[in-house]
């Protein structure tokens, strides 16, 4: 069993991640920027390494001020977290080169699943279907304006290795082809070090659904549920929710059956989750996969008793995961709201010192993932995620009633948050009926004459 983990990451998640590990009788070492000095995390850990200045570049995208921090501390594991090194093969690879243990799926996996034209092929390799596009990419404007004029437009142009909800762009029109795939491979090329793209259809009024798994070296996978994670701005989620009101038992089984083919086929190993859409009527299309822990992991983890970074560290020392497929149960139901230091109507970011905090009362039914406190400085370099609120209810209707009373109890002063933005998403007659797609943002908040909704930059 991993004896002391460095934790490759900064905000909320470093402390979720200490949350287990101090259950679990891990010791804990966090990682710190200039712009982080005074994160409140650091002195739960057993140990904080600097390594580097506020600029990401050279801190925490750093790979070789990780692997120092690691072997300095006397660490044995590295758990990436999300965002910044957790899903590049090269950043894993080197820890296990340093002969330390990488928490997560092994780094010829996510080498190869990097590549969401690989997926698809996988996809294809073993009957499950995905959303109708190019399986390869295209290498030049003309092939995108040829599967226009055969296929018809709207369609999505893709980075093969995005992620994030960057490198998503719809081409409405022939004439916006060239323009759109010049910008599309510059993103990749400069956030993904890859401008490779590949083409999608677009799917009718979708509904985003995914499916949490864990799998052991043992030849165990154990699915967690659906998660509905429709409610979206700019492919960026603000709404998670588990289960979905509109799969059903019967279709829940099947997506089971396509989750259980595609990670056996990778042989993965570990925490990851199977994204895909739903169309209106009722078809599911895989999308792509995500190999590392998501933001929305606690969803899950309130439906059905799991503790998903405990599985990491378990399957990546080795271990069995505990429990099997018939010992899951989805019990109740469960919303997570993301709130961010942005203005809730424009969402331009908001950064600065907190001058005023006030947490929900949390318990079996709340529970709120942070790194907050008084007078704890924003910064201006990292994504601007705060906190997590996620509630539990017997039924959809208590977990939002529970959700909306614990954002009402959430008092954030000196920096704009999203509280409110999400207080009104939850109130919103579309989102409590469950009435809603990926296109619920524009749809029912850009005609009302507010802001609310519109793009922003990131």
């Not at 905000?11 to 804990?28: F, P, S, Y």
């Not at 406190?373 to 910064?379: G, I, L, T």
Request: proline share 5%.
């Amino acid at each position: 069993m991993i004896k002391r983990l460095l934790i490759a990451n900064r905000g909320e998640i470093v402390t979720r991640i200490i949350r287990t590990c101090k259950e679990m009788g891990i010791a804990t070492v966090a990682v710190y920027s200039e712009a982080d000095r005074e994160a409140p995390y650091l002195d739960m850990v057993d140990e904080a390494v600097h390594i580097g200045p506020s600029n990401p570049l050279h801190s925490y995208l750093s790979i070789e001020a990780l692997i120092d921090a690691a072997r300095k501390s006397g660490s044995d594991a590295v758990h990436p977290g999300y965002g910044f090194l957790s899903e590049r093969a090269v950043f894993a690879q080197a820890v296990v080169n340093a002969g330390l243990v990488w928490v997560g799926p092994a780094p010829e996996v996510m080498k190869s699943i990097s590549s969401k034209c690989y997926c698809r092929h996988l996809a294809a390799g073993v009957g499950v279907p995905f959303i109708p596009g190019t399986l390869d990419p295209v290498n030049d404007p003309r092939d995108v304006a040829a599967y226009g004029r055969e296929h018809g437009y709207p369609l999505f142009l893709k980075l093969d290795k995005g992620g994030g909800g960057k490198g998503i762009e719809m081409v409405s029109s022939e004439g916006q082809v060239e323009q759109i795939f010049q910008r599309t491979c510059s993103i990749g090329n400069m956030a993904f070090g890859s401008g490779a793209c590949y083409i999608e259809k677009v799917i009718d009024s979708p509904r985003h659904i995914e499916i949490q798994f864990v799998a052991d070296n043992y030849g165990n996978c154990v699915l967690l549920g659906e998660r509905e994670c429709s409610i979206q701005r700019r492919h960026q989620k603000i709404i998670e929710e588990a289960p979905s009101v509109v799969v059903t038992e019967q279709e829940r089984e099947l997506l089971f059956d396509y989750s259980r083919r595609l990670v056996r086929r990778m042989n993965y190993h570990g925490a990851g989750t199977l994204e895909g859409l739903r169309s209106a009527d009722g078809r599911y299309y895989f999308m792509e996969v995500n190999a590392r822990l998501q933001v929305e992991h606690g969803v899950s983890e309130l439906l059905t008793g799991i503790d998903i970074v405990k599985c990491q560290i378990q399957t990546a020392s080795g271990e069995a995961l505990g429990f099997r497929q018939e010992d899951i149960g989805l019990r109740g139901h469960a919303i997570e709201a993301r709130v961010y230091a942005e203005d809730p109507e424009t969402f331009l970011p908001s950064p600065g010192r907190i001058s005023g905090l006030q947490l929900p009362e949390t318990g079996r039914d709340l529970r709120v993932d942070h790194a907050l406190e008084n007078n704890y400085s924003v910064p201006p370099y990292y994504d601007p995620l705060l906190a997590k609120v996620i509630s539990w209810g017997e039924d959809r209707t208590r977990a939002r009633e529970r959700l909306i009373s614990g954002l009402e109890q959430f008092v954030i002063v000196g920096v704009k948050s999203t509280i409110s933005a999400n207080l009104r998403i939850l109130r919103h007659p579309n989102f409590a009926s469950g009435d809603f797609s990926t296109a619920f943002m524009s749809e029912c908040f850009n005609n009302t004459g507010s802001h609310f909704g519109k793009e922003g930059p990131r």
